[in-house]
């Protein structure tokens, strides 16, 4: 395979992908940091096997890259797994429904919302007349709230996947795990298995 321009070639450091969250670190639970990590496992032995000694430029193949991403706190959509009518506004949460982060639904809803949004603070259960759940697959972490103006604001790994895109990876080579963000790691796992089904991934 032919070699890559020098403007296609990374130094090694740029392509350890950062921990990506959608708010600051200085609000995150310090049980939810040791969460919030990207774990590019495969990733990184792949180039380390692969790096030349050029300044520890990568020039290996971009395609046979692969990866597992678990977005950071606030990072990944939630939607609705309930029916709730909303007596004091025409928008209602309907089971799939955007609750994190619709702000429509927020702004026009908020009492609904908050309903969908809110744990019980003592034992993390959710709200009598709402559930909500996160999403699944690569969507669930690009933006959270899609949109023309507010896609990019919510932006949290659109761009990354857009420069594995550019490089060639494939589609099935990159593998998002979302997760509840909301609960406690222990929470986490007694409610969805969460670390127990990422031993499988």
């Excluded at 990506?20 to 310090?30: G, I």
């Amino acid at each position: 395979m032919a070699q890559r321009s020098e403007t296609t070639k990374l130094p090694l450091s740029q392509l350890m992908v950062r921990t990506n969250s959608a708010l600051p670190m200085r609000v995150l639970p310090r049980r939810l940091v040791s969460v919030s990590v990207v774990v590019i496992l495969i990733l990184l032995l792949t180039l380390r096997k692969t790096s030349a000694n050029d300044g520890g430029e990568f020039s290996g193949d971009y395609s046979k890259l692969s990866g597992i991403i678990i977005p950071g706190f606030a990072s990944t959509q939630l939607r609705a797994w309930s029916i709730l009518d909303c007596p004091y506004s025409p928008l209602d949460f309907n089971p799939l429904d955007l609750v994190w982060l619709d702000s429509t639904k927020l702004l026009s809803a908020v009492n609904c919302w908050l309903k969908c949004m809110i744990l019980d603070p003592y034992n993390q259960t959710d709200h009598p007349e709402c559930r909500s759940r996160p999403d699944s697959g690569l969507s669930a972490i690009t933006e959270l709230d899609p949109g023309y103006i507010t896609g990019p604001l919510s932006s949290v790994w659109k761009e990354w996947i857009k420069w594995c895109i550019e490089f060639g990876i494939e589609a099935n080579a990159i593998i998002a795990v979302p997760y509840d963000w909301r609960l406690s790691p222990s929470k986490l796992e007694e409610r969805d298995l969460y670390f127990h089904k990422l031993k499988f991934v």
